[in-house]
């Protein structure tokens, strides 16, 4: 009897083990984005990485409504890490705006991919400055898009008034087209305009207009929500450098998240940029530390500073970690 029982209890222990493993090893949830973003991809790509190259970690991610719906997410511990814009996060972080009445407690990661505001006029509108905007017709970004919010905000800082056009991007760049708007703001796609600005500049002469020294300070001191960033010559076939505002797209997480295993996810991500540009073309020139440091607006989480320090970076005041 006893000779039938033993390989049974070898096997009983042996799925008790295996079992015990998998119970140990930690789930993670990742708020991404709807599916027919591009940005999803990147997502997938991320936890592809974590899955492969962090030991006792395994990531999931999850479709969700993006930045806002992943800060509420992370608030009610729904998922631990996700999509988040710098901007936004620095809001929910500060308890400002939609968030004054309920802030969430997020921390940066990494940021993988800039959206500098590029503000797209036609050359015959004779508008050289943004100082010139005031009383021109301006689509400031798609309704209810962090673009539009963005604009509103960043011209009531410098004191600027545009007289603003209101739609979609196809009726915008049919505007443009048509002269029945001088120009709008658009995200760049890294240090390229964006598609529907190539589509105007193809019949349509266009300039971008930059900041002045005295603005992009202003902004600096007023707006710590965005980052200001140069832009080198050749946005655009013929558009020389130019200085403007932009926020980031991040990686930010709940401050629960374990301290190794955040070190451990940003180490990985870091040391795995294939996979992260075959997501996202437009990463394959981004240097993704360089950045994060420039373009972050939340505190780090300290797993995520215990990485950069360990590379030699400076970390700037306001994403030093605190309690």
Do not use: C
């Not at 013929?238 to 505002?245: K, L, M, V």
């Not at 440091?293 to 970690?321: C, N, W």
Request: no cysteine.
């Amino acid at each position: 009897m006893s000779s039938y029982k033993t390989p049974l209890l070898a096997a009983m222990l042996s799925a008790g083990l295996m079992a015990g493993a998998a119970h140990a090893e930690e789930q993670l949830l990742i708020g991404s984005t709807s599916t027919s973003s591009s940005q999803y991809g990147y997502f997938v790509a991320v936890g592809q990485i974590i899955n492969q190259e962090v030991d006792g970690v395994r990531s999931s991610v999850v479709e969700t409504g993006a930045t806002v719906d992943n800060l509420r997410r992370i608030l009610r511990d729904q998922v631990d890490m996700g999509l988040v814009t710098t901007n936004v996060g620095y809001h929910a972080y500060a308890g400002e705006g939609e968030f004054a009445d309920r802030p969430v407690d997020n921390r940066l990661l990494w940021v993988y991919s800039a959206a500098p505001q590029n503000v797209v006029m036609r050359q015959d509108a004779e508008v050289s400055s943004m100082a010139d905007l005031e009383g021109v017709k301006l689509n400031p970004g798609i309704t209810g898009s962090a673009t539009e919010a963005t604009t509103l905000a960043v011209m009531e800082t410098l004191g600027i008034s545009p007289e603003y056009v209101r739609g979609s991007t196809t009726d915008v760049v049919a505007g443009v087209k048509d002269n029945r708007m001088a120009g709008y703001v658009k995200s760049g796609v890294g240090n390229k305009l964006d598609g529907s600005s190539l589509d105007i500049a193809t019949f349509t002469p266009i300039e971008v207009l930059s900041l002045t020294d005295e603005q992009a300070n202003t902004l600096r001191e007023e707006m710590p929500d965005i980052s200001v960033v140069d832009i080198p010559e050749g946005a655009a076939d013929g558009i020389p450098a130019y200085t403007t505002w932009s926020f980031g797209l991040a990686m930010h997480s709940s401050p629960d998240l374990d301290e190794d295993t955040a070190y451990e996810i940003v180490k990985a991500v870091m040391e795995n940029p294939d996979p992260q540009v075959s997501a996202l073309a437009n990463l394959a020139d981004v240097d993704l530390a360089e950045l994060t440091l420039e373009s972050g607006t939340v505190p780090f989480h300290p797993g995520a500073a215990r990485y950069f320090e360990e590379q030699g970076y400076e970390i700037p005041d306001h994403l030093k970690p605190v309690e």
